[in-house]
T-cell receptor, first 118, second 112 residues
Framework: GAGVSQSPSNKVTEKGKDVELRCDPI?????LYWYRQRLGQGLEFLIY????????KSGLPSDRFSAERTGESVSTLTIQRTQQEDSAVYLC????????????????FGPGTRLTVL | AQSVTQPDIHITVSEGASLELRCNYS??????LFWYVQSPGQGLQLLLK??????LVQGIKGFEAEFKRSQSSFNLRKPSVHWSDAAEYFC??????????FGQGTILTVHP
């Protein structure tokens, strides 16, 4: 079946502009995660959605970052008034949570969106 | 705070040689542990995962990892490296909550 898809694959924007990044998770996956990968660094957790529960936004670096998810489908990560330090690859992952809530499931990652802020 | 550390930023091995990539974790309880590989221009692919039970975990592409509680380690190994194994490798830890904490990554270069 189809994996996690993300669009666009590359985005170049000017400082101060807003950008929207899209993630289509694997069908049926209830959990969705956004991570950021800066050049030469590991992945940083940004935000997590699980079903209809309130999202965990604890990783968002500033109030310029926000994300939405419609039900258990598409998610959009929005960065307002972009700064050069926002340049990174933004990765989305999805997983199938167990009914008990334990996360013994595997996160499947999309190819990422490479964001460059000039 | 939870953390995952990969001490080696870059490792170079010859094709056919054995490989060990190090990973150390710091968690209040035993975390779930993962190894992912990222090839240039590709997304992350799961190599293997440890949740409980047998401390020696087998993964795809001939990789294995051993969980050692006494050393807080989860090192990745492969007995004979192929040129196609050249990539960046990430160790990650998680709890029942689901959010993963990643190490900084180790870049593997394979010489012919």
């Amino acid at each position: 079946g189809a994996g996690v898809s993300q669009s666009p694959s590359n985005k170049v924007t000017e400082k101060g502009k807003d950008v929207e990044l899209r993630c289509d998770p694997i069908s049926g996956h209830t959990a969705l995660y956004w991570y950021r990968q800066r050049l030469g660094q590991g992945l940083e957790f940004l935000i997590y959605f699980q079903g209809n529960s309130a999202p965990d936004k604890s990783g968002l670096p500033s109030d310029r970052f926000s994300a939405e998810r419609t039900g258990e489908s598409v998610s959009t990560l929005t960065i307002q008034r972009t700064q050069q330090e926002d340049s990174a690859v933004y990765l989305c992952a999805s997983s199938l949570r167990t009914t008990s809530g334990a996360s013994t499931d595997t996160q499947y990652f999309g190819p990422g969106t490479r964001l460059t802020v000039l | 705070a939870q953390s995952v550390t990969q001490p080696d930023i870059h490792i170079t091995v010859s094709e056919g040689a054995s490989l060990e990539l190090r990973c150390n974790y710091s968690y209040g309880a035993t975390p779930y542990l993962f190894w992912y590989v990222q090839s240039p221009g590709q997304g992350l692919q799961l190599l293997l995962k440890y949740f409980s039970g047998d401390t020696l975990v087998q993964g795809i592409k001939g990789f294995e990892a051993e969980f050692k509680r006494s050393q807080s380690s989860f090192n990745l190994r492969k007995p004979s490296v192929h040129w196609s194994d050249a990539a960046e490798y990430f160790c990650a830890g998680g709890t029942s909550y689901g959010k993963l904490t990643f190490g900084q990554g180790t870049i593997l270069t394979v010489h012919p």
